[in-house]
Structure formats: structure tokens, C-alpha cells
């Protein structure tokens, strides 16, 4: 089995005269839910990911690191993947598929519309929009990243900040 959660980053700052979109920063409130969404699908949901797969954008980057020190994964080990910007599925499919079969569990933290297109794709499910810091997880009944079109699957969770904040 592979299992795969797909996480979009943490709600960033709009782009700014003279900032690129890739080096757009977190906003205060991603600083926040970034943290709290690492541990709700640790704790919660109980999903432990073996490798932390971002985009290198700055607020994916951001996130991931904020997810990491949140569920104790060494920094250090997260892997930055250029192509995940911007990705859509087809370039989304092709880095997934190149992940090292040694890792059962992958948290893969990237942007909108790719993930949410790509979570469409996989499953019988129609996602309209995965939320800043929202999460979709996907088992598959495979033993190889490149197999996962193909194999069964079923929704582990999906989750966003919005369904563990409290009500004023």
C-alpha cells in the first residue's frame, strides 16, 4: 500500500509590485493553521508521512517546514522539488511517480489548481477547491509510486483549518 496526501500550502500574502509570485511569503494566518493541520492529520488522523515532498515556492517551503517541526520530521529531510510549482497533474503524476519506493507514506505540500485538479483525477470524488492548508489523503492498493493511476484506492480523510476553528 502507498498512501498519499496531498496538502496545499498554508494561506500565503498577496504578491506585491516588484515580487514574484514563486517568493510570495505566508501570511500571519498561515503561520498559524500550518502547524495546527500538521498535528490534526498526525493526531487525528493518523497519518505519519515517511517523506515531506514540497514545491519550491516560498510559502510551500514555508508550510512544509512549519508541518515538519509540527509532527517532529527532520527538516532536513524534506525534499524540495522545483517542478511542483505551478505543476499541473500530468507534471504532478511524473514527480510522484519518480518517489523512491522505500517511502510507504508521502506528504506532498503544493499549489492550487494542480493538487486539486490531480485529487479529481485520482479519485471518484469531485473536489471543488482544496482550501489553503487543506489536506486530502489517498491509500493505494500498490507497492510502487508508479502504479497508483491504475490501482484501487480509497480516501483516507479530507480536511481544512475551517473544521477545527473554534466558533466566536
Not at 504578491?15 to 517568493?23: F, P, R, W, Y
Not at 490531480?118 to 502504479?147: P, R
Not at 493511476?149 to 480536511?159: G, P, R, V
Request: with cysteine.
Amino acid at each position: 500500500m502507498k498512501k498519499l496526501c496531498l496538502f496545499r500550502h498554508a494561506k500565503s500574502t498577496y504578491a506585491s509590485l516588484g515580487t514574484d509570485d514563486v517568493d510570495r511569503p505566508l501570511h500571519e494566518v498561515g503561520f498559524i493553521n500550518a502547524p495546527m493541520m500538521g498535528h490534526v492529520i498526525t493526531e487525528q488522523h493518523k497519518f505519519k508521512p515517511d517523506l515531506i515532498l514540497t514545491s519550491n515556492a516560498k510559502r510551500a517551503l514555508q508550510t512544509s517546514k512549519l508541518v515538519a517541526e509540527a509532527i517532529g520530521y527532520d527538516e532536513k529531510k524534506i525534499q524540495i522539488e522545483d517542478k511542483l510549482y505551478e505543476a499541473g497533474v500530468e507534471a504532478l503524476l511524473n514527480q510522484i511517480q519518480l518517489i523512491e519506493e522505500k517511502y510507504k507514506s508521502v506528504l506532498l505540500i503544493g499549489h492550487n489548481p494542480g493538487l486539486t485538479l490531480l485529487a479529481n483525477f485520482l479519485t471518484d470524488q469531485h473536489i471543488g477547491n482544496l482550501a489553503t492548508c487543506g489536506s486530502i489523503a489517498i491509500e493505494f492498493n500498490t507497492k510502487t509510486w508508479d502504479n497508483i493511476t491504475d490501482a484501487e484506492n480509497k480516501i483516507l480523510f479530507t480536511d481544512e483549518p475551517k473544521n477545527h476553528q473554534e466558533e466566536p
